[in-house]
């Protein structure tokens, strides 16, 4: 059974940085991309970043570029966001996923960004 546990969210200020992690558990993790999604109160979920398998290609969305980066651990298991230049928009529930995506979506991470 797929299992996605992310972490490493909190309250930061405006400016401020933060590294999520995602330790993903019942796949072959390195035969699969992954994909961080956040969703904001009122706002459908949106894609944020993604990395294939090897960790060698990545993409952003343009909302995110210059300011996050995306990286794994295959050896962990595990894939990391690291989010630098927080903005207030950046606020939201931040969760992991394999691609293609499981139906199975862990609790997420909250990262909120105020002064």
């Known amino acids: 059974q797929v299992q996605l546990v992310e972490s490493g969210g909190g309250l930061v200020q405006p400016g401020g940085s933060l590294r999520l992690s995602c330790v993903a558990s019942g796949f072959i993790f390195s035969a699969y991309g992954m994909t961080w999604y956040r969703q904001a109160p009122g706002k459908e979920r949106e894609l944020v970043a993604t990395?294939?398998?090897?960790?060698?290609?990545?993409n952003y969305a343009d909302s995110v570029k210059e300011r996050f980066r995306i990286f794994r651990d295959n050896r962990k298991s595990t894939v990391y966001l690291e989010m630098n230049s927080l903005k207030p928009e950046d606020a939201a529930v931040y969760y992991c996923?394999?691609?293609?995506?499981?139906?199975?979506w862990g609790q997420g991470t909250q990262v909120t960004v105020s002064s």
């Open positions: 990395i294939d398998s090897t960790g060698f290609r990545r």
């Open positions: 996923n394999r691609h293609p995506a499981s139906a199975s």
